[in-house]
């Protein structure tokens, strides 16, 4: 356990105009989602398929609160990506990678770090839907309802996200701020 004074230092950067959730707020709500999925999912052998790279540390974290874990729950890791380098918006153009685990009549939990047009994830999910998943539930930290483009149903979600173009705990800027503890809003001149 840090000190307050340690973490208040952590919780913050010079890039970061505000801190929209804090390191503790996270592990609340995801201890909560864990839960949530492991009486769900009690009987049912989830395939927990995460995607790269945004959802790397939700992903650590959240399948670690699935407790207690249900026989047969596997890991697994998509790709996918939809931003054209230096850029804050969706370029609509997706490139999926799916994972190495055989998918065919698996219960998916598919676990994205933020939901924004919507266009990366429903992409994702027409790919499951081909390949013959059982069921397929999207789990998405951050869900960014005033941008969607694409109908998506978010099965559980974290935290609603604002219209702002957030960093950190996975999430990037130009590969950049992934190791942040917390989440918050980028400060515009680092991204124009
Ligand atoms: P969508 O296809 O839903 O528009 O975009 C999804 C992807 O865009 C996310 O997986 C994420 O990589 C990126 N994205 C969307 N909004 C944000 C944001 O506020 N911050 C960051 N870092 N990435 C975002
Ligand atoms: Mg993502
Ligand atoms: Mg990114």
Known sequence: QRSAAA???????????EVLFSEQNIKTRVAE?????????QHKQPLVLGVLSGSFIFMADLVRCIQPPPSGLHVDFARAQSYAGKATWSSGEVHTIMGKLPIQNRHIILVEDIVDSGQTTKNLIIGLKK???????????L???????ENVDVALQGFECP?????????DFDEEYRSLP??????????S
């Open 163 to 171: 219209d702002k173009f957030v960093v950190g705990y996975g999430l």
């Open 182 to 191: 917390f989440i918050g809003v980028l400060r515009p001149e680092c991204y």
């Open 7 to 17: 973490r208040a230092g952590m919780e913050r950067h010079a890039d970061i105009t």
């Open 131 to 141: 390949a013959g998943v059982a069921s397929c539930a999207l789990v998405a930290l």
């Open 143 to 149: 869900n960014k309802t005033s941008r969607r483009v």
């Open 33 to 41: 989602m864990g839960q949530q999925l492991a009486s769900d999912y």
